[in-house]
């Protein structure tokens, strides 16, 4: 019993704080998004190591810092997308349809994970035009090329933590650090490139720091909801936490005024269907 409360837990932080984290970018459009990655990168490794000190697993293994550098990456394309393509519920549709595809495929090819193909086609073709009906015509694409950019590396980059046998707890800690180091090294970088210094009001940086704990609360909750000896292990505990776009449109919709009129509200819940209508199928093709 207390493994399927521990996973539910686990599926609904994962869904709230995915969905959430990002609304201080939103809030404060002129606050610099690589500013915002900084921050909130620092109050992730601030929050690893509570839980580190809670389980006693500080290190600094390199497959963990590796995963985070190259999370900042995809870190760093999503928060630019945010503010460049000014679309935070589509931002999320693309960067997480693209998230889920290739870490699929990426399971079924380089992993051998069992897979039933007459479910996960039609899944794979309920994701691709999912992504595409909020996104207009296939000419807008390079406009919107950095949400699908970080989708890819979002659903890549536990590669090696995977090939690793890393456990949960251990990983938890140098991917947090490779996060920070990665961060604040790209914020000075990009600091001294420029003529003019990043602002840092007190107020959206308190809520970027924030936003950073409440990222890290969600990737351990990652763990619990997709636990082997859980109520809903990988198959299904991952395509629930997807359930974050439903959170992330929502405060796209309701707190930003996205998508305003009545056809493009229409056309972001068709999506939002077809999406989640496809992480049901990748469900179905585990089984």
């Known amino acids: 019993m207390a493994s399927s409360t521990l996973s539910i837990i686990g599926v609904l932080l994962g869904v709230f704080a995915f969905g959430t984290y990002m609304v201080p970018l939103k809030k404060y459009p002129h ?35 590796l995963c985070g550098l190259l999370w900042v990456f995809g870190g760093a394309l999503c928060f630019w997308a945010v503010q460049a393509e000014a ?46 009906i909020p996104a207009g015509h296939i000419k807008h694409i390079w406009k919107n090329w950095r949400s699908l950019l970080s989708g890819a590396v979002f ?41 003019k210094r990043f602002e840092m009001p007190a ?17 351990l909750a990652i763990f619990w909801a997709i636990a082997d000896d859980g109520m809903f292990g990988y198959a299904v505990g991952y395509p629930l936490l997807q359930l974050n776009l439903v959170v992330n449109q929502m405060w796209g919709v309701f707190a930003f005024g996205e998508y305003a009129t009545y056809k ?4 972001l819940a068709a999506s939002t269907v077809i999406i989640l209508a496809g992480a049901a199928l990748l469900t179905l093709s585990k089984m």
């Not at 107020?203 to 990737?219: K, N």
């Open 87 to 132: 679309d935070l519920a589509g931002t999320g549709l693309r960067s997480m349809s693209v998230s889920i595809l290739l870490s699929f495929i990426t399971g079924v090819t380089l992993f051998a994970e069992h897979s039933l193909f007459y479910f996960s086609i039609p899944a794979i073709v309920c994701m691709l035009v999912g992504i595409w």
């Open 203 to 219: 107020v959206p940086t308190i809520f970027a720091f924030a936003a950073g704990m409440l990222w890290m609360l969600g990737t």
């Open 155 to 195: 659903g890549t980059y536990l590669i090696p933590y995977k090939l690793s046998g890393m456990g949960d707890m251990e990983f938890l800690f140098p991917f947090s650090f490779g996060i920070c180091v990665g961060s604040v090294v790209l914020f000075i970088i990009l600091s001294l490139a420029r003529s």
């Open 31 to 65: 606050y610099s998004s690589w500013a915002f990655l900084a921050v909130m990168a620092v109050g992730a490794l601030f929050c690893s190591a509570i839980i580190a000190c809670v389980t006693g697993q500080f290190n600094l293994h390199p497959v963990g810092v």
């Open 264 to 267: 493009e509200r229409v056309k």
